[in-house]
């Protein structure tokens, strides 16, 4: 079933700006989205990702309802975010990363009850919630700590229980990982993996996390300065920027590096070479004869691009 | 009914985490008792020099004072979320997450702060009203005390309206507008003295633009047997709707001035 539709978002933002000299201020528009469309089914994990500035936050302030856009049609349940912002946030459970949503100086629990009463939860049912929510995020040691006494792991955590407490239909998670240790990053995922599964909860994350996406969104959305650039699955964007392969060599005794052709990229640090190169020019079998004319190998490991650097370029390619 | 008990919870919550900082709390308490001090010793030095202003005798004067501190700082301390921390939810970005709440806008701005350090600032107040009223000899009435507090409650809808104007520019430019104090503060430093000692221009002002003549100094002077430029003593229950016309107002613009807000950073 369908959930969300999008049909060619707009917003723009004018910024004053200060002149060099003067004092009168310049006003420039600044287009966040430009004609953006898309669809999301129900109970689907989507991720959307994009430069610094493309555009993902606001997208979610529009579908969260915090802001109006410029032009466009937004279709939520049923719901157009910005004009039935009270019916429509009930449905809906948002995270940013970087703002708390929590009291600070209370014990979380004290915050869950005021949710409660905001978002006016019956009570059995907010006992069942929190019960459940507590268990899978393991907050049940800290629930009578003040928000600002937990580290920032535990703290993301109890966002996402305050967040979850209505049994919202749609979670919008805006940087959930961002400075969480890799402990907390892999409980998180799993958290969010099991509340897709058992509550068919439509989850839509920005991160620039590459790994936050590869464990957990089927598909992806690229935006790039407020258009869409990309949409669909995470390993078939990746394979089209896929071309090169990392090989690093360590010789015995220190032998001296054999030519190479130019189109190799080669660093050295103290025994170990690095080696980047595209198999297309050069097979990988040509490159290690090559390398073991030079003498004895004692170490040689190849490994794929590193998903930023694909991701990099893939901005680059795109001139974001 | 819901909405006043979310209010009074978030309030318990609020004074619960003020006083996770107790030291803090009782230095800034008694700060507000030095601040408003000051303000009543005005009142006594003028009181003291000049003996009274115009008709107004020291009694008079204590009253005005004490009705005017009660009903400005019982503002700040339920209204704090409009009074003094809409700029900074503004500014932070805090009032996204309040959006994204199934409750009015307004409301959770309300239910976002309380400002319990003024209580000392009300103790003054309230000690000015009972010296004033004792110097004046107020004959004391069932309708007298009920003009005293509809004054205070709806002179409370006055200030909260008087800072939805600054709110209101706040969502337009993210920064607070300096010059809206100048009815607000401005207001209470003037209006805690009769408003027929000033110029026409200030009477003008605080009659028509913010109202506090209508709210405070005629149903004042009603209690105190003098009534302001000789009205009929039923006006003193009518013309404080004033208080209650320009929050209604003021609410209305703030509504159609949250379409326009445009949040910050991401």
């Known amino acids: 079933m369908r959930y969300i539709t999008v049909e060619g978002l707009d917003k723009q933002f004018i910024v004053r700006k200060k002149r060099e000299k003067g004092v009168l201020r310049e006003k420039s528009v600044i287009h966040a989205l430009q004609d953006v469309s898309f669809a999301v089914e129900q109970g689907e994990l989507v991720g959307y990702i994009g430069p610094n500035g493309a555009g993902k936050s606001t997208t979610v302030k529009i579908l969260s309802g915090i802001l109006t856009p410029d032009g466009g049609m937004v279709d939520i349940g049923g719901r157009v975010p910005w004009k039935e912002r009270k019916e429509h946030v009930r449905h809906i459970g948002v995270v940013f990363g970087q703002r708390s949503q929590l009291w600070w100086d209370v014990p979380i629990l004290d915050s869950y009850s005021l949710l409660k009463d905001i978002y006016r939860v019956p009570e059995n049912e907010y006992q069942r919630r929190l019960t459940q929510l507590t268990d899978a995020l393991q907050l049940g040691d800290f629930l009578r700590t003040p928000l600002r006494l937990l580290s920032l792991g535990q703290r993301m955590r109890a966002e996402l229980c305050g967040s979850l407490l209505h049994g919202p239909e749609l979670l919008f998670l805006d940087e959930p990982t961002i400075g969480l240790d890799a402990v907390s990053k892999l409980a998180l995922r799993d958290f969010l993996k099991e509340e897709n599964a058992r509550n068919g909860t439509t989850i839509l994350l920005t991160t620039h996390d590459m790994e936050d996406i590869a464990a957990l969104c089927p598909r992806v959305m690229v935006l790039g300065h407020g258009k869409k650039l990309y949409d669909g699955a995470l390993p078939e964007l990746l394979s089209r920027y896929d071309t090169q392969r990392i090989l690093t060599v360590r010789y015995e005794d220190g032998a001296a590096l054999p030519e190479l052709p130019d189109s190799c990229a080669v660093t050295r640090e103290a025994e170990e070479i690095k080696i980047i190169y595209a198999p297309d020019t050069m097979p990988t079998a040509h490159l290690i004869s090559l390398l073991q004319s030079a003498g004895t190998i004692r170490e040689l490991t190849a490994q794929p691009q590193n998903i930023d650097h694909l991701i990099a370029a893939m901005y680059r390619e795109m001139d974001l | ?266």
């Open chain 2, 1 to 266: 009914m819901d909405t006043i008990k979310l209010y009074f919870r978030s309030m318990g919550m609020l004074l619960k985490s003020q006083l996770q900082y107790p030291a803090s709390f009782f230095m800034q308490t008694l700060a507000q008792l030095v601040m408003e001090g000051g303000e009543m010793l005005a009142v006594i030095l003028i009181v003291d020099r000049f003996g009274q202003l115009g008709h107004w005798m020291p009694g008079d004067l204590f009253f005005f004072f004490g009705m005017m501190s009660v009903t400005f700082y019982m503002t700040e301390i339920f209204g704090r979320g409009v009074t003094g921390n809409f700029p900074s939810l503004v500014r932070t970005g805090q009032l996204d997450t309040l959006l994204l709440r199934p409750r009015g806008v307004l409301t959770q701005v309300l239910c976002s702060a309380i400002d319990p350090r003024r209580i000392t600032c009300i103790a003054v107040g309230v000690t000015a009203l009972i010296i004033g009223s004792n110097m004046s000899q107020v004959q004391w009435t069932v309708l007298k005390a009920l003009a005293l507090a509809e004054s205070i409650l709806l002179g409370m809808l006055l200030v909260l309206g008087l800072f939805l104007i600054e709110a209101v520019f706040c969502i337009h430019s993210v920064k607070s507008v300096e010059l809206v104090n100048a009815i607000t503060y401005g207001g209470r430093s003037a209006c805690q003295y009769p408003i027929d000692i000033f110029p026409r221009p200030l009477r003008v002002l605080f009659t028509v633009i913010a109202p506090f003549a209508l709210t405070l100094h005629v149903p004042a002077a009603y209690i105190l047997s003098k009534p302001l430029y000789g009205w009929p003593d039923w006006t003193a229950f009518v013309t404080p709707l004033a208080g209650a016309v320009l929050f209604g107002i003021m609410y209305l613009v703030f509504q159609k001035a949250m379409q326009f807000y445009r949040s910050t950073g991401s």
